[in-house]
């Protein structure tokens, strides 16, 4: 069989529209492809790979699991879910933990939730969900309607009701808007796909008192801003604010498919045996390879490790912009960055992830006008410095076609 790019078309749904390039080997931050091209990886799987490529620790949690016990129903309950659960409530404000297997997952059973405790306190009334204009909150029907991303939400029929968007970062359209018909507000303290906008902490901070005022639930979606991709464990640690929900997924497997939600026990009571459910949520296998990655990323050292080389990543961007002034700002905290483009470049970010792929380097997008970096927490040093050579040398074909 001739696996290529080709082959993709031949048998996949075209929702996807992949590179030539077939990695197919990874160690640490760097991939290989067919041809034995060799890629640094600033991208990560979008902010998935927090140790990297085949880790050593997940790569054993994951062979001792597969060679103990795979798959249980959630009739029964098992030592890897336990571990982990018991890890997330001890690490951070929550006291249960409902395991899925992705993002959209984790925050389908948290719109859910919010739904089900309000109508069972106060009336099936307070129904309102508020989210922001270009969040991103997975691709389920529900998710991808609170995602405040019309482009991903049309087109499929009649949408969820009594969900409505307001600007990022808008303190005064929130206190507008917001009432004791709201029963939550989703929101991501860092956005992701939206393009790398961090929440200010006077609007995190509002957001929360807001929510308190009009006994609303607040949900911090960290599936990709959590796992320490901030430098701290959970972004709404650097805030100073907590959260009545939280949801990850991404950085918290590794690489292995997981996601949680994680809440207080007096809103899990309202998921009562029954109301809700994953055939594959909380698998020993997913919840082996996390509790390893917890266990390695909730320390000092690699926490404290993803701030320094955040520092490395803005120098040795801001170098890059002094060359070619192509950046008009740099955004983002810890190991979840976005380089704007300035308005002569609008539009393009595109063309500039081609051309860095071409010179064997992985980034992303955040929108057409964002290039975006999400590496591994651990990416060394020197792979930072190489990444960002090769980024200069694509930068310098893409202006030099302009001209």
């Known amino acids: 069989m001739n696996v290529n790019r080709d082959l993709f078309d031949d048998v996949m749904v075209p929702n996807y529209n992949p ?4 990695p197919v080997k990874g160690r640490g931050s760097r991939l290989w492809d067919q041809a034995g091209n060799e890629y640094i990886d600033f991208a990560g799987g979008i902010a998935v790979n927090a140790l990297g490529h085949c880790h050593p620790a997940l790569v054993d949690a994951l062979t001792q699991q597969g060679q103990t016990l795979w798959h249980v129903s959630n009739v029964l309950t098992n030592e890897p879910a336990l571990r982990l659960a018991k890890k997330l409530v001890d690490a951070t404000f929550a006291e249960k933990v409902f395991f899925s297997n992705s993002g959209a997952e984790a925050n389908e059973a948290a719109l859910k939730l919010a739904r089900r405790y309000a109508a069972n306190q106060f009336g099936t009334g307070k129904d309102q969900i508020i989210a922001f204009k270009q969040g991103f909150h997975g691709r389920t029907f529900f998710t991808v309607t609170v995602g405040g991303q019309a482009s991903y939400s049309d087109g499929f029929g009649p949408k969820p009701e009594r969900i409505e968007h307001l600007d990022f ?11 004791d018909n709201t029963c939550a507000v989703m929101m991501e303290p860092l956005q992701g796909e939206g393009g790398v906008i961090p929440a200010t902490p006077e609007f995190a901070q509002a957001v929360r008192a807001l929510c308190d005022k ?3 639930l607040l949900i911090f979606d960290e599936v990709q801003s959590g796992a320490g991709r901030t430098g701290d464990l959970f972004a709404y640690m650097g805030l100073g604010v907590t959260p009545d929900i939280l949801t990850s997924a991404k950085s918290i497997g590794g690489g292995f498919p997981i996601g949680a939600m994680l809440t207080t026990t007096e809103i899990a009571a309202h998921f009562k045996v029954g109301t809700h459910g994953s055939t594959y949520g909380g698998n020993p296998l997913g919840c082996a390879v996390a509790e390893a990655l917890l266990d390695i990323v909730n320390s000092p050292e690699i926490l404290q490790g993803v701030k320094q080389k955040e520092q490395l990543f803005r120098v040795g961007l801001e170098k890059i912009n002094q060359t070619y002034q192509c950046f008009s700002e ?6 979840l960055l976005g380089a704007v483009l300035t308005p002569t470049y609008h539009g393009r970010a595109g063309e500039f992830y081609a051309a860095a792929l071409n010179e064997h380097l992985m980034c992303l997008v955040a929108g057409a006008n964002v290039l975006r970096f ?10 930072i410095e190489l990444g960002l050579a090769r980024l200069a040398k694509a930068i310098d074909k893409v202006l030099c076609q302009s001209t």
Request: net charge negative.
């Open 19 to 22: 590179s030539s390039a077939i």
């Open 169 to 179: 970062n808008d303190i005064a359209g929130l206190e507008a808007l917001i009432s």
């Open 214 to 216: 009009h006994q609303a």
């Open 330 to 335: 740099i955004r983002g905290k810890g190991l």
């Open 374 to 383: 999400a590496p591994s927490l651990i990416i060394p040093d020197e792979d």
